[in-house]
C-alpha cells in the first residue's frame, strides 16, 4: 500500500510571495490533515477534512492560508502572501476511519 | 482541550541498552487515543506505537512497548535493545476519536555505539 505522498519536498520563496502544496493520501483515507511544525516544536493542526467537507479550521490562519480537497481525495495548503514566520515544515496525514493517522515526508518552506 | 508535556529534551543511551521516554497528558475526553511517534533527520512522522486509553493492557510493538497509567495520565515509552536507527526526535500525542492529534515538544534521543 502507497504511503502519503506530498510535494514539493522543499520550497524557498521570499516574503510576500505565494505557494502552494499538494497531498495525496492513502488510497480509501476519509480523512486527511495538514499539520504545520515550526523548529524545535510539536506539530500544530491547520486543517482537517472529512471526505471534502472541513471538520476543523479553528487554527488555520484564513487571511493568508486556504486549502481545499478535490473529490475527497487530493489535498492543495495555499499561504499568500507568506510570512517570514510562515518557515516551517508542512506535514500531510490521512487515516481511514479516523483513528491512526499515517504522515507524508512533509514539505520544507523556507520563506526570506 | 487536550494538553501533552514531555519533560525530557534530551535522553541518550548506550547501544543495546533500554531507554525510557516520559510523557504526561491531560484530557477531559472519556474516549481517546495515545500514540508515540519517531521523527528522524529527514522529518516525516513514522507511527511507533498505539494505545487505546480503553484497554488496560499495555501496548508492545517489538522493541517497543508502553507503560499506560490512565490514572495518573501517564504514557512511558521504553525502548529494548536500542539501536542506531532508534536515534531520533520522539513525539508523544493524543487524540480523541476523530480528531487532531495533540503533540507533545519531543524529546532528542541519541544512541551511542
Known amino acids: 500500500e502507497a504511503g502519503v505522498a506530498q510535494s514539493p519536498r522543499y520550497k524557498i520563496i521570499e516574503k510576500r510571495q505565494s505557494v502552494a502544496f499538494w497531498c495525496n493520501p492513502i488510497s480509501g483515507h476519509a480523512t486527511l490533515y495538514w499539520y504545520q511544525q515550526i523548529l524545535g516544536q510539536g506539530p500544530k493542526l491547520l486543517i482537517q477534512?472529512?471526505?471534502?467537507?472541513?471538520?476543523?479550521d479553528s487554527q488555520l490562519p484564513k487571511d493568508r492560508f486556504s486549502a481545499e480537497r478535490l473529490k475527497g481525495v487530493d489535498s492543495t495548503l495555499k499561504i499568500q502572501p507568506a510570512k517570514l514566520e510562515d518557515s516551517a515544515v508542512y506535514l500531510c496525514?490521512?487515516?481511514?476511519?479516523?483513528?491512526?493517522?499515517?504522515f507524508g515526508p512533509g514539505t520544507r518552506l523556507l520563506v526570506l | 482541550a487536550q494538553t501533552v508535556t514531555q519533560s525530557q529534551p534530551e535522553m541518550s543511551v548506550q547501544e543495546a541498552e533500554t531507554v525510557t521516554l516520559s510523557c504526561t497528558y491531560d484530557?477531559?475526553?472519556?474516549?481517546?487515543?495515545l500514540f508515540w511517534y519517531k521523527q528522524p533527520p529527514s522529518r516525516q512522522m513514522i507511527l511507533v506505537i498505539r494505545q487505546e486509553a480503553y484497554k488496560q493492557q499495555n501496548a508492545t510493538e517489538n522493541r517497543f512497548s508502553v507503560n499506560f497509567q490512565k490514572a495518573a495520565k501517564s504514557f512511558s515509552l521504553k525502548i529494548s535493545d536500542s539501536q542506531l536507527g532508534d536515534a531520533a526526535m520522539y513525539f508523544c500525542?493524543?487524540?480523541?476519536?476523530?480528531?487532531?492529534?495533540?503533540f507533545g515538544e519531543g524529546t532528542q534521543l541519541t544512541v551511542n555505539p
Open positions: 484530557t477531559s475526553e472519556s474516549d481517546y487515543y
Open positions: 496525514a490521512s487515516s481511514r476511519h479516523q483513528e491512526t493517522q499515517y
Open positions: 500525542a493524543s487524540a480523541s476519536s476523530g480528531s487532531r492529534l495533540t
Open positions: 477534512f472529512q471526505n471534502n467537507g472541513v471538520v476543523d
